[in-house]
């Protein structure tokens, strides 16, 4: 089973293989971690540059034979094309590998530095190694070579609708603006869910893609990150890249994620009434005019009389019993 940073760099050789003049971009042999990938990679870059022309299986035989690899004979590298990422999806892979690269170059600084003492902060290359460490176990995710067994919760449940609608995003990105007006990120409550979808919907919205690899990477650092800053993220029994793949198997059609947006809203908006309704309300406590109460000599002989209002003259009784 490969990891993470080497299934990325897998995916970048692919596509250098297919389009052999990426291999004079930014990257160099040594940014590759896995030393046959590594040894392809410089093979091209040099066959690129002696006979630009050179493309397809030819190029593979002569990389093959050149970079002399151990499990990456002609056959192999020719699947490797075959199977070569969109253009959409390469930036994502090329910074990725860079990204490694540059770890590993920190940590080997920060390994020096440690065993030189010569470092004006001792805390610095402490720190420098910690952050290149906790990065590496980010790229050491193990990353499964073939599908695995899908553990999908129940499809009526909370977590089975935010589960749709994050594979429907993954389907039909460009309706990134649609659901996230109806359903916001901070609204999905399940963490892997809510990572996926806003990374998604994020990159969607500028009309940007997403890869399997770049939703496992977000979901990994957002949980690093989470840890961090104190929080206790949830744990879950099925990987990540098992969960990001069974997302994209999941059967949608361009309805599906706005019908399942609009059930969650709908469920939000009743469980939001139902919770103002526990709600104790305000008791008013003033006695009505219409009440016994109002009037204490009703109900208790003791009580002082109620004040009258002053009568004018035309309202005075008239005495009984005289002349006028």
């Known amino acids: 089973m490969s990891t993470l940073i080497t299934e990325a760099e897998r995916r970048y ?3 250098v293989l ?3 003049e990426l291999a004079v971009d930014a990257i160099e042999a040594r940014d590759l971690a896995h030393p046959g990938y590594a040894a392809v990679y410089q093979a091209v870059q040099d066959l690129h540059r002696e006979q630009p022309e050179l493309r397809g299986v030819e190029l593979t035989r002569a990389a093959a ?3 002399d690899a151990p499990g990456l004979d002609t056959e192999r590298l020719e699947r490797l094309r075959a199977d070569a990422p969109a253009d959409a999806e390469v930036p994502f892979y090329a910074s990725m590998v860079l990204d490694g690269s540059a770890q590993r170059d920190l940590a080997a600084y920060a390994a ?3 065993a030189s ?5 001792p805390e610095t290359p402490r720190l420098n190694a ?3 460490e906790q990065y590496q176990t980010l790229f050491d995710i193990p990353w499964p070579d073939q599908a695995v067994a899908a553990i999908a919760p129940e499809a009526a449940t909370r977590a089975g609708h935010e589960e749709l609608l994050v594979a429907a995003l993954m ?3 460009e309706q990134s603006q649609t659901l996230v007006g109806i359903v916001p990120p901070e609204a999905v409550q399940d963490f892997r869910c809510r990572v996926a979808y806003e990374a998604v919907a994020s990159a969607g919205w500028d009309g940007d893609h997403t890869t399997d690899i770049s939703l496992v990477w977000q979901i990994a650092k957002a949980r690093e990150i989470a840890i961090g800053l104190g929080d206790n993220p949830p744990s879950y029994t099925e990987p990540d890249a098992a969960f990001v793949a069974r ?11 706005i019908d399942t947006a609009k059930h969650l809203l709908t469920q939000d908006i009743k469980a939001s009434v139902a919770a103002e309704q526990r709600v104790p309300q305000p008791v008013d406590r003033s006695i009505s005019q219409a009440s016994v109460f109002h009037h204490a000599n009703q109900i208790d002989s003791h009580a002082p009389p109620e004040p009258h209002e002053q009568l004018g003259p035309a309202h005075r009784q008239r005495p009984t019993g005289g002349h006028a």
């Open 247 to 257: 997302l994209a198997r999941t059967e949608t059609d361009q309805k599906t994620g």
């Open 117 to 121: 003492g010569d470092s004006v902060n």
């Open 65 to 67: 034979e050149r970079a």
């Open 130 to 132: 910690r952050h290149a």
């Open 112 to 114: 020096t530095a440690l």
């Open 18 to 20: 297919e389009r052999p």
């Open 171 to 173: 389907a039909y990105p």
């Open 13 to 15: 050789l692919a596509a």
